[in-house]
């Protein structure tokens, strides 16, 4: 079986419908993945800026893009590399209302055991199931 990873323009497509040539064309797409005639690979980047999309041009929130994202990831013939972790960031994405890089980025250091630095202090008070500081410098310790 043929792999094939798929841009951010096919999925969003698939997902609205809202082109009369590029929709049933990502539709038929989708399908041969559900039949087992290619395997579709979603990277995690072609995520994010499939996000960035909905949110931007089609007025998305997390509490609508999500599911679809679940949806689409959890259809036969379709795999995201780290599936596991996207998927929880995903779901953070959805139930905190958060920006998609920052769920993403949390959900890896949680399934990476590793920690977070940023200056972003939303972020570190918003997710506290991880362990998220300011940079600082490692010989002051």
């Not at 094939?4 to 539709?27: E, H, M």
């Not at 979603?42 to 994010?48: E, G, M, W, Y």
């Not at 599936?83 to 949680?110: P, T």
């Not at 200056?119 to 490692?138: G, H, Q």
């Amino acid at each position: 079986m043929k792999s094939v990873a798929i841009d951010a323009n096919v999925i969003v497509r698939y997902l609205t419908g809202d082109d009369p040539a590029q929709s049933p064309a990502a539709a038929a797409l989708f399908r041969a993945a559900s039949a087992g005639r290619v395997g579709l690979i979603i990277p995690t980047p072609i995520l994010q800026e499939t996000v960035y999309v909905l949110e931007t041009f089609y007025g998305g929130t997390p509490a609508t893009i999500a599911p679809k994202l679940m949806s689409l990831l959890s259809l036969t013939g379709v795999t995201c590399p780290g599936a596991r972790w996207v998927l929880d960031g995903i779901q953070w994405y959805r139930a905190k209302n958060a920006d998609f890089g920052d769920a993403l980025l949390c959900a890896y250091a949680r399934h990476h055991n590793c920690e977070v630095n940023t200056f972003d202090k939303e972020l570190i008070k918003k997710f506290a199931e991880i362990t998220a500081t300011e940079p600082a410098d490692p010989k002051a310790k």
